[in-house]
Every structure is written in structure tokens, then in C-alpha cells.
């Protein structure tokens, strides 16, 4: 299923992990977290292919890819983390699409789908080699729960959370 945001080019799919469009996702994906932790890129493909696909499928997940035109840009993903809370998975923008706030429109996509499901806070972690992420989630109104006057290597991932407004759901739909 797809929604088109005729404003700006955008439409947003709902796949599963192995749809063709989140391929690219989970390539660039690999490469990033390789260069950044000393993985191979290789080996980190495999562990996000082999993540289970059932985490990021309904009743208590998505996966969600961007494309403009017909050209996967941004994509992210979300898994029940208990009753209450979605967390938050794999945001990418696509190198090439960087600082044009895709980053912003897909975590904004994303929680539409977590509230439209019923929780009520969404969780995440990023790794600490991520900058650009933490200013992400800082700017998408997410609070740090370390402390930022840490040294980042000294608090290793970075939890965040974000409580929702309960859902409108006649207004989601």
C-alpha cells in the first residue's frame, strides 16, 4: 500500500523487509553502520537481513520506504517494544537525498503509523558514532535519555523517547 504526497513528489509504501524497495535501504544501511563500528559491510547486511521480518510486519510493526518518482530516497521502520511504546528502527536517507529533511518526514510518517496503532511513546536508540542522528531526533522534538555533556563514546548507544498524542483515528485514516 502507498500514499502520494503530490506537494512534493513523495509517496510512502508500506513493504515487508524483503520487498525490493527496502533493498536499497538495507545496502546503504550496511555500509554506513561498516564504515562507522569496523564491521564488514557484508556482515552487516546479513544481520539486518536476517533481523525477523515479523518485527517490522503488522499487527505491531512497519517498514516504510520513500521514493520520488520511482527511486527509493528515505525509509524507516518500528516493532512493538511493549503495550505502549513502538521502537523506532534502520531511519535512512538515501546519501544522495541528505539535508533535504527526509530524515524528519519519515520519522513524522512513521509515527502516524505507531499512533494510528495505538501506542502511546516510541523508543529508540542510535549508536554513538551517529551525530546527524541524535540531531534528528533532538530536532523531532525526542528527549535524551542520557546525558548529552557525556562524552558520546562514554554513553555508547543513545536512547530517546517521545510520547504521542493519543490518536485521532478519523483523522489518521
Excluded: C
Excluded at 510512502?12 to 525490493?20: E, F, I, L
Excluded at 536499497?24 to 563500528?37: C, D, N, Q
Excluded at 557484508?42 to 525477523?52: A, C, D, K, V
Amino acid at each position: 500500500m502507498s500514499q502520494r504526497f503530490p506537494d512534493n513528489g513523495l509517496r510512502v509504501h508500506r513493504v515487508a523487509q524483503d520487498d525490493p524497495l527496502a533493498a536499497p535501504l538495507l545496502a546503504e544501511l550496511a555500509v554506513e553502520y561498516s564504515s562507522r563500528y569496523g564491521r564488514s559491510a557484508g556482515q552487516m547486511h546479513t544481520e539486518l537481513r536476517n533481523y525477523p521480518r515479523t518485527r517490522f510486519a503488522a499487527p505491531h510493526g512497519g517498514l516504510l520506504v520513500v521514493t520520488r518518482d520511482t527511486e527509493p530516497v528515505a525509509g524507516g521502520a518500528f516493532q512493538r517494544y511493549d503495550d505502549d511504546t513502538a521502537e523506532l528502527k534502520r531511519i535512512w536517507t538515501a546519501k544522495e537525498h541528505r539535508r533535504q529533511g527526509l530524515g524528519r518526514f519519515v520519522v513524522a510518517q512513521l509515527e502516524l503509523e505507531i499512533t494510528r496503532l495505538g501506542y502511546r511513546r516510541v523508543y529508540l536508540t542510535t549508536g554513538w558514532r551517529q551525530p546527524e542522528a541524535v540531531a534528528l531526533y533532538l530536532a523531532a522534538g525526542y528527549t535524551a535519555l542520557f546525558d548529552p555533556a557525556l562524552p558520546a563514546e562514554e554513553i555508547g548507544a543513545h536512547p530517546f523517547e517521545k510520547f504521542l498524542p493519543a490518536a485521532d483515528l478519523e483523522a489518521i485514516a
